[in-house]
């Protein structure tokens, strides 16, 4: 079991319960008063509309978390839904919420690696993944499993949290720090703080700039690629999830420990700091050639 895989078994249900909500991702803010659940239903159905979807379609809901996303399409877009995840405990949540929505013959949850999936090929109409792929470090990999399973004309849509700047991935994280004045090992020194610091919060690998997707989508057969950055649109959902954790900081030290509740505010406060000139949010789609 890897990092990323320890990690969600760990934090899942105290994300949901007192975090993030069932949703587990970002939402899109149409206006300032939107409620979290509000707002990260909008990124869900935002996404779907990317996806365009049809009653019937196949869809892999790649990093499917407790199932939250792969029940709405099965229910709403009338879609047969395989989520994935290596999350045993997000799997067995998301299986118990489909017995209980009366949704197992049109969603269904596997256990499988998004880098090496070993589903059929071409046998899927739409590959759908909400706000999972930067925990997947070989982004190739991932890409070229998603064109394999994928058929002919089929479409990608994933959003995801990312590095959006003008500068790559080492340049940008480094002159965050040195805007500030620090020396150039000094801003390697807090760089790699600071990403400590989110691999333990959020348990994530270090983001990839978007322009790195687009790259992977192309080399992997995708075509008529388009991004949307939503940066500012989601943005909210960091002091939301700063106050919920605020509010229920004894339930979270409790299920996690007073350390986990630290780096949770700090990763926050990392995040927050250069959001949408360094880090910052996409949506993306995609097609498979013919």
């Known amino acids: 079991m890897n990092r990323a895989e320890r990690h969600y078994d760990e934090v899942t249900h105290a994300w949901a319960q007192w975090v993030m909500g ?13 409620s979290l659940a509000t707002a990260t239903l909008a990124l869900t159905q935002h996404l779907r509309e990317k996806a365009e979807l049809s009653p019937g379609d196949e869809v892999l809901d790649v990093g499917c978390g407790i199932g939250t996303a792969a029940l709405y399409l ?26 209980e929505a009366g949704l197992e013959g049109r969603a269904r949850f ?28 070989d982004k190739q990999a991932l890409f070229s499993e998603c064109a394999r399973v994928l058929r002919p004309n089929g479409r990608l849509a994933l959003c995801d949290v990312c590095l959006v700047g003008s500068m790559e991935s080492e340049q940008g994280a480094l002159m965050r720090y040195v805007l500030l004045g620090h020396s150039a090992a000094e801003a390697a020194r807090m760089r790699e ?24 989508a192309e080399d992997s057969g995708f075509v008529d690629i ?11 959902t960091l002091e939301h999830w700063g106050l919920n954790a605020k ?44």
């Open 22 to 34: 069932e949703d587990l991702h970002f939402g899109l803010f149409h206006e300032p008063s939107d």
């Open 74 to 99: 099965a229910r709403e877009a009338e879609c047969r839904v395989t989520g994935i995840s290596t999350s045993r405990v997000g799997l067995g949540e998301a299986e118990r919420r489909a017995r």
């Open 110 to 137: 596997v256990l499988a690696d998004a880098m090496d999936n070993r589903l059929p090929a071409e046998s899927f109409d739409r590959v759908f993944s909400l706000e999972s792929t930067h925990l997947m470090p």
């Open 193 to 216: 703080a600071a990403f400590e610091t989110m691999h333990r919060a959020f348990g994530s690998t270090k983001m990839t700039h978007y322009r790195q997707y687009v790259e992977a």
């Open 226 to 236: 388009e991004i949307e950055d939503v940066s500012r649109q989601v943005e909210p």
């Open 247 to 290: 509010e229920h900081a004894e339930e979270i030290e409790a299920a996690l420990g007073p350390e986990y509740l630290q780096d949770l505010y700090s990763a926050l406060r990392d995040m927050s700091f250069g959001w949408g000139r360094f880090g910052g949010y996409i949506v993306m789609t995609a097609r498979r050639a013919p």
